[in-house]
C-alpha cells in the first residue's frame, strides 16, 4: 500500500520567546511557547491541533508557516527544509499553503472592499492576469464560500463575522493552495454560525483536495472534521492519533479530562456523566514543571514525573506521551 505524501513535517520543533536579554543566563527569561513538537501532515487529510488557550497552538500554527521563525529544530515542505527558504523563495511558496486567521474582522483591510480583499493575492502572485480574469476568479470564488457576487463591491464593516471569516476563507483558497492551516477560524463566531464554517470548510476540502490543520480548543470542532488529532499542553504534545482512537480511546489523563468537558446536548447524559475536573491553573510557560509538563495536574502523577520527561508509547497509529506506559501500550 502506498503511502500519502507528507507535506508538511516538524522534529522537535521549537519557539522561545525572550522576555529579556540579561547578560547573565541565570537571570534570563524565556517563554517555551512550543517545546519539541514533532508532526506529519499527509496529502489530502485534516489534522485537528487542540489544547486550552495558552498551550501554544497559535504559535505552532505560525511557526509551521514561518509566519513566526521557530527557535529550533526541523522543518521541512514537501521534502525541502523549509528553515533554508530564503525571503523570496519563501514569499513564492506562500501560494502553496495559506492561513484563515482566528478573528475575521481584524485581517480583512477596512479600506478595501471584500473583492479587493479576496483578489490581493492574486495581484501579488499571477500579475499577468487582466482585470477581468482577476474579477471573474474573485467571483467564483465567493460563489464558493456562499457569498453573492453581488456583494463583492461591499466593505467589511458591511458584513456580519460569519461573512467575514468566509471572505477570509475565499482569500486563502484564491490561489488554491495545497495546504490551509486554520487557526480557530470559529471561536469568535456565534454557535449558530460555527457549525456553517466548519461544514463549509469540510466541503471546500473535498471539492478542491485540500489538505487542513484546524487548530481549535474546542474538541467537538476538530472531531467532526479531522483525520488525525494532536493534543497539546504547555508546548508540548500529549496524545496523537486517529481521531477515532483519541476521541473513542483515550488514554492520556489529560485528553479524558478534555473529552469530558464537551457539552452533551442530552439533558439526562448531561447530568449524570463524570466531569474529571483538572486541579489548579495552566503553569506558566516561563517557569513549567519539569519531568512532565501536566505533572502539576495530573490524577496520575508520581514523583518519578517530576525526574523524567515523557516517552512516547503506544501504536503506530496512536501515541501517548507519559512517563508511565499506559494501557499495556509499547514504546517507540
Same mark, same amino acid.
Given at each position: ?171 486563502? $483558497? ?5 495546504? *490551509? ?5 470559529? /471561536? #469568535?463566531? !456565534?454557535?449558530?454560525? @460555527? ?90 510557560? $516561563? ?5 512532565? *509538563? ?5 490524577? /496520575? #502523577?508520581? !514523583?518519578?514525573?517530576? @525526574? ?25
Amino acid at each position: 500500500m502506498n503511502q500519502p505524501e507528507v507535506l508538511l513535517s516538524a522534529r522537535d520543533l521549537k519557539v522561545h520567546f525572550a522576555i529579556n536579554k540579561h547578560i547573565l543566563p541565570s537571570k534570563r527569561k524565556v517563554v517555551k511557547a512550543v517545546d519539541g513538537i514533532d508532526l506529519e501532515v499527509f496529502r489530502g487529510e485534516t489534522l485537528g491541533i487542540v489544547g486550552e488557550s495558552g498551550c501554544g497552538k497559535s504559535t505552532l500554527a505560525r511557526a509551521l508557516l514561518r509566519l513566526i521563525e521557530p527557535t529550533g529544530g526541523e522543518l521541512s515542505w514537501k521534502g525541502q527544509d523549509m528553515r533554508g527558504f530564503g525571503k523570496q523563495e519563501l514569499a513564492n511558496k506562500r501560494r502553496e499553503f495559506q492561513m484563515v486567521f482566528q478573528d475575521p474582522s481584524a485581517c480583512l483591510n477596512p479600506r478595501l472592499t471584500i473583492s479587493e480583499c479576496i483578489a490581493e493575492p492574486l495581484l501579488t502572485h499571477e500579475p499577468h492576469l487582466s482585470r477581468q480574469e482577476v474579477e471573474s476568479r474573485v467571483i467564483a470564488m465567493m460563489d464558493k464560500v456562499g457569498l453573492l457576487a453581488s456583494q463583492r463591491n461591499r466593505y467589511p464593516h458591511e458584513f456580519s463575522g460569519g461573512q467575514c471569516q468566509r471572505v477570509g476563507i475565499a482569500r486563502a $483558497l484564491i490561489l488554491k493552495p495545497d495546504l *490551509v492551516v486554520c487557526d480557530e477560524p470559529v /471561536s #469568535a463566531l !456565534d454557535v449558530s454560525i @460555527q457549525a456553517q464554517v466548519i461544514n463549509l470548510l469540510d466541503d471546500l476540502k473535498q471539492e478542491m483536495g485540500l489538505t487542513l490543520v484546524m487548530i481549535a480548543h474546542d474538541l467537538s470542532v476538530v472531531r467532526h472534521i479531522s483525520d488525525r488529532v494532536m493534543v497539546m499542553y504547555l508546548g508540548k504534545p500529549m496524545e496523537v492519533g486517529r481521531y477515532d482512537k483519541v476521541f473513542d480511546d483515550a488514554q492520556h489523563p489529560y485528553t479524558k479530562a478534555l473529552l469530558s468537558a464537551v457539552p452533551i446536548a442530552h439533558p439526562t447524559l448531561a447530568r449524570n456523566r463524570d466531569i474529571q475536573l483538572l486541579p489548579g491553573d495552566l503553569p506558566s510557560p $516561563l517557569n513549567p514543571p519539569s519531568g512532565c *509538563v501536566f505533572r502539576t495536574r495530573c490524577p /496520575s #502523577a508520581t !514523583d518519578l514525573c517530576g @525526574q523524567q520527561k515523557p516517552t512516547r508509547s503506544g501504536l503506530p497509529d496512536h501515541h501517548i506521551f507519559c512517563t508511565h506506559t499506559l494501557l499495556g501500550s509499547q514504546p517507540l
